[in-house]
């Protein structure tokens, strides 16, 4: 968990999944409470991460150690700028996508190993965990429909790369269920929204 007066919110999930449509109506709502929040993305969020975002996911062939190091370069420089000096200062962050990203991606997907990924994307984050992760479950056929003709170099991949990283996502989950939320991102977005605000209600952490 944080240990500070903040409240860090990650949203997790395959491509195309709704993530970014849940952190803007979770922001929407938060704000409306009072309190400051923070909405940022990773990889990107800063002039650093913008930059590790075009090479690693736009760029030429990034081997797969590589990949996992930059995501958590930009991870590590992402929390010492944005996320901890906000959740001290008592804000709300809520981030699309975060370390569990890179576990799922390149410790599951790519095969690098999930301990060791994890063990060094902790690292790179001081060991901060968010209060809560919500992942946004959809298939890979369906996250591709989705998508379009628009694809990164990661969404390029195969399905069977993305439902071995969609299968991580939910493992992770029903190792540590008091931390993880898994909403159906077939769902209608308001019923998705529901859910959500429902946690955050028991865990009283969102006073409406």
Do not use: C, N
Request: no cysteine; charged share 25%.
């Amino acid at each position: 968990m944080t240990a500070t007066p903040g409240l860090f919110i990650a949203f997790e999930g395959g491509d195309g999944a709704g993530k970014s449509t849940q952190v803007r109506m979770l922001a929407e709502v938060i704000e409306q409470t009072g309190r400051q929040v923070l909405v940022t993305r990773q990889p990107g969020g800063t002039d650093l991460g913008v930059t590790i975002r075009d090479v690693v996911l736009h760029g030429d062939y990034v081997s797969p150690r590589a990949e996992a190091l930059l995501f958590a370069a930009d991870k590590a420089h992402h929390v010492e700028q944005l996320i901890r000096p906000a959740l001290v200062r008592g804000e709300v962050v809520i981030t699309d996508r975060y370390t569990d990203s890179s576990v799922a991606y390149q410790g599951a997907g790519r095969d690098l190993g999930a301990q060791e990924v994890h063990d060094l994307q902790m690292w790179a984050v001081g060991h901060l965990v968010p209060d809560l992760t919500v992942i946004v479950d959809i298939s890979a056929h369906e996250g591709r429909l989705r998508r379009g003709d628009t694809h990164d170099r990661l969404e390029s991949e195969a399905d069977t790369y993305h439902e071995s990283v969609r299968a991580h996502f939910l493992a992770m989950a029903r190792a540590h269920p008091e931390r993880y939320l898994v909403v159906d991102g077939l769902s209608a977005p308001d019923q998705i929204h529901a859910v959500i605000l429902d946690r955050l209600d028991q865990m009283g952490v969102l006073a409406r």
